[in-house]
């Protein structure tokens, strides 16, 4: 049992706390800045936590992505660190991309104020916002998870 807690049940913990915790403070200084309007009707914090609970959910996804890839729940101390720090800024970015497609052009659920920098009409900050989260919640786990 100690063995699955440390192989598997330990990194996910450790990985989906940053994760948490980086996007609700990516979310809480972008969201009202960058944004115009949505069509959440919850207040602002609890609408911070459940969008970061969306993007926790979705790095989490992009974690067990990559332990079928590398078909090992340790994938994030493998030998290609390039390789897997391009996995998850890749799945980040695509995810990303198809969230804000459907919510801004597809849905109208938000739009962005005149503050926010776009590429091709999509938010910059959104954009890379589950990249670079889930890079830094797999530098963590690296850092705090003895090898």
């Not at 200084?29 to 009707?41: E, G, K, Q, V």
């Not at 067990?64 to 994030?76: I, N, V």
């Not at 052009?105 to 959104?126: A, E, K, N, R």
Request: charged share 10%; proline share 4%.
């Amino acid at each position: 049992m100690s063995s699955f807690l440390s192989t598997i049940f330990r990194p996910l913990v450790i990985y989906a706390i940053f994760a948490f915790g980086l996007n609700f403070i990516w979310e809480s200084l972008h969201a009202p800045h960058l944004y115009a309007s949505h069509t959440f009707s919850m207040s602002f914090w609890p609408l911070m936590a459940y969008v970061s609970s969306v993007d926790t959910a979705l790095l989490l996804l992009i974690f067990f992505g990559g332990a079928l890839l590398w078909q090992d729940w340790r994938w994030y101390y493998g030998r290609d660190s390039a390789a897997q720090s391009l996995y998850i800024v890749m799945a980040g970015v695509i995810i990303a991309l198809i969230i804000e497609i459907k919510a801004v052009y597809i849905f109208h659920q938000w739009t962005y104020s005149d503050l926010m920098p776009t590429i091709f009409g999509i938010g910059l900050s959104p954009l890379v916002q589950l990249a670079v989260t889930g890079l830094v919640a797999l530098w963590v786990c690296r850092a705090i998870i003895p090898r």
